[in-house]
Nanobody, 115 residues
Framework: QVQLVESGGGLVQAGGSLRLSCAAS????????MGWYRQAPGKQRELVAA???????HYANSVKGRFTISRDNAKNTLYLQMNSLKPEDTAVYYC?????????WGQGTQVTVSS
């Protein structure tokens, strides 16, 4: 089992920044990939950014140039630096970890961007 705990969400004005953290614990050696998803009210959950293997990253077009995914392997922590935030970035942000035959999710952290 893998446990994921997100933190760092909050209320910010448009143009501001936030950094999300996702602390992983448990059987982390099984993890193949990790990423961030978000879900806005009335919308489907969507991929925001992810490490997709051997350090390669993937970003949704809507966040390219504004968000940066990073990780600290010594702390077993995944980060999402979000700059130039827009009201349309408002959502619950979830950390995700993929392992063989398993898919793990954190509890989510709310990000609200006011105009």
């Amino acid at each position: 089992q893998v446990q994921l705990v997100e933190s760092g969400g909050g209320l910010v004005q448009a143009g501001g920044s936030l950094r999300l953290s996702c602390a992983a614990s448990g059987s982390i050696v099984r993890i193949n990939a990790m990423g961030w998803y978000r879900q806005a009210p009335g919308k489907q959950r969507e991929l925001v950014a992810a490490f997709i293997g051997l350090g390669s990253t993937h970003y949704a077009n809507s966040v390219k140039g504004r968000f940066t995914i990073s990780r600290d392997n010594a702390k077993n922590t995944l980060y999402l630096q979000m700059n130039s935030l827009k009201p349309e970035d408002t959502a619950v942000y979830y950390c995700n970890a993929l392992a063989p035959m398993d898919d793990y999710w954190g509890q989510g952290t709310q990000v609200t961007v006011s105009s």
